[in-house]
């Protein structure tokens, strides 16, 4: 019977522990620091194993992380609760899970990485399910977005999503996509500004989407580029650069570089000689 009881104590005590491990710190702050554990409902979030959290902002207010050594389990800025924002500035943020902005918010949703900052999540979504609006800055020089799986720009929703990537700042990929099921528009401008994905980059998939490469700005496509009937890239002084196209004459051409990955028979090929 002594035995029974500690077993029984035992597994309560697992599972009480489980549910912590698994649970949700939620941003409670108009705006204020990231680190002050005052700001969320548990705590600063933690992405270390054993006491993961994901966190959640919805409540209006904009959370800032301001130095190095953020780390989380899973990012929701706006839920249907309400909106959000995040803002990292000169800092370092670790999702070891997935970011998204603008699950079903019932307003609008942005973040903004500058400064310098590094930031890595394995999937991100801009614009994950909503009616309201959702925008993404990644700013300046030495200011780094690893999405080390996808990218999205528009995943479903009346709302629009929007991308900028500006004044030197890197976007690094693996599949990277503007409207999957939505609407999206993603701007990369000025010199050393780049979006490189490593996998196929899709601008409309079902939605409609606009890419616009400006002022010196890059993007890189690893493999294939696929533009839908209704999407539009706009090349005006900037470098676009791919290895294999679908909707080649959706791509509005004023100035700049068209980049064609591999080795190419001039005469043939037939993207050179469309």
Known sequence: MNLIRFTCAWFTIFFLASDIT???????????????????????P???????????????????????????????VGLVGGPGS?????????????????EGSAGP???????????????????????FST?????????????????????????????????GAVLASGTSTIASNGFGNATVDGAGSRWSSTGIFTVGSV???????????????????SINGTSTVNLNGGT????????LNRVTYTAGTVQLSGNRTLDTDSIVTF
């Open 109 to 131: 949703a942005s973040m903004t990485v500058q400064g310098g900052s590094t930031v890595t999540a394995i999937d991100t979504v801009v614009g994950f399910s909503s009616a």
């Open 135 to 167: 925008s993404f800055l990644i700013s300046g020089a030495d200011t780094i977005y690893n999405a080390t799986t996808s990218f999205i720009v528009g995943q479903s929703g009346a709302g629009l999503a929007t991308l900028t990537v500006n004044d």
């Open 46 to 76: 933690n992405s270390a194993s054993g006491t993961a959290f994901d966190a959640i902002i919805a409540n209006g207010g904009t959370a800032q992380l301001q130095a190095p050594g953020g780390s989380v389990r899973r990012m929701r």
């Open 86 to 102: 995040l803002l990292v500035n000169g800092g370092t943020l670790n999702v070891t899970d997935d970011l998204h902005l603008n």
């Open 22 to 44: 698994r649970g949700q710190t939620v941003w409670t702050a108009g705006t204020g620091d990231w680190f002050d554990g005052g700001n969320w409902t548990l705590g600063v």
């Open 207 to 225: 939605g409609t989407g606009t890419l616009t490469i400006q002022n010196q700005g890059v993007v890189h496509v690893g493999t294939a580029l």
């Open 240 to 247: 676009l650069r791919f290895a294999t196209v679908t909707g």
